[in-house]
């Protein structure tokens, strides 16, 4: 997975806490993205960011915050998780903007009950 | 309608067929187009990128665009059981825009 992690890899929360999953890469690439994977829906970005402490929403940003203050790493927060939430998170990371190739990462499975 | 549509199969071919995977498109300013390939519980990992119309052949796997009938393919010859896996194609109107991608087609290759 192109030297990508996430952390943790399956979580089940309660409705209503904060939750944070954890992308990190050893690739030193600039772009860095968050998506959500829905039966039906295929990939829809959340976030991305084009450095450190350089953030952009993306289709399905509402009740998602996100953060960068090292290049390897980018965090995604859901500020009080909803059953909406309940999707599996694919981190990806890129060298140029989006129309270079994007690297993914394995997955977190989230699941709010 | 969705900007970017895929039939969800699951499709189920024999080992050695000839498989094509389609997507339809409506949005006519898509001009970057890309095939992953997602194995079951794993990220996507591209297969083929290919820029506005035309063929494009990688070993086994060949990516086709149509961009006047708004209609992209992935044709997979000889495929083998490690071939089964859900097929993603993704798309972009423009250097910078983000990729918009289609639901996955499910394949199963049957030994």
């Known amino acids: 997975d192109a030297g990508i992690t996430q952390s943790p890899r399956h979580k089940v929360t309660e409705t209503g806490t904060p939750v944070t999953l954890r992308c990190h890469q050893t690739e030193n690439h600039r772009y860095m993205y968050w998506y959500r994977q829905d039966p039906g829906h295929g990939l829809r970005l959340i976030h991305y960011?084009?450095?450190?402490?350089?953030?952009d929403k993306g289709e399905v940003s509402d009740g998602y915050s996100v953060s960068r203050s090292k290049t390897e790493d980018f965090l995604l927060t859901l500020e009080s998780a909803t059953s909406s939430q309940t999707s599996v998170y694919f981190c990806a990371i890129s060298e140029s903007l989006v129309t270079d190739t994007q690297y993914f990462g394995p997955g977190t499975r989230l699941t709010v009950l | 309608q969705k900007e970017v549509e895929q039939d969800p199969g699951p499709l189920s071919v024999p080992e050695g067929a000839i498989v094509s995977l389609n997507c339809t498109y409506s949005?006519?300013?898509?001009?970057?187009f890309m095939w992953y390939r997602q194995y079951s519980r794993k990220g996507p990992e591209l297969l083929m990128y290919t820029y506005s119309s035309g063929n494009k052949e990688d070993g086994r796997f060949t990516a086709q665009v149509d961009k006047s009938s708004k209609y992209i393919s992935l044709f997979i010859r000889d495929s083998q059981p490690s071939d089964s896996a859900t097929y993603l194609c993704?798309?972009?109107?423009?250097?910078?825009?983000?990729?918009?991608f289609g639901p996955g087609t499910r394949l199963s290759v049957l030994p």
């Open positions: 993704a798309m972009s109107a423009d250097y910078g825009q983000n990729f918009v």
């Open positions: 949005n006519s300013a898509f001009q970057y």
């Open positions: 960011s084009y450095g450190v402490k350089d953030t």
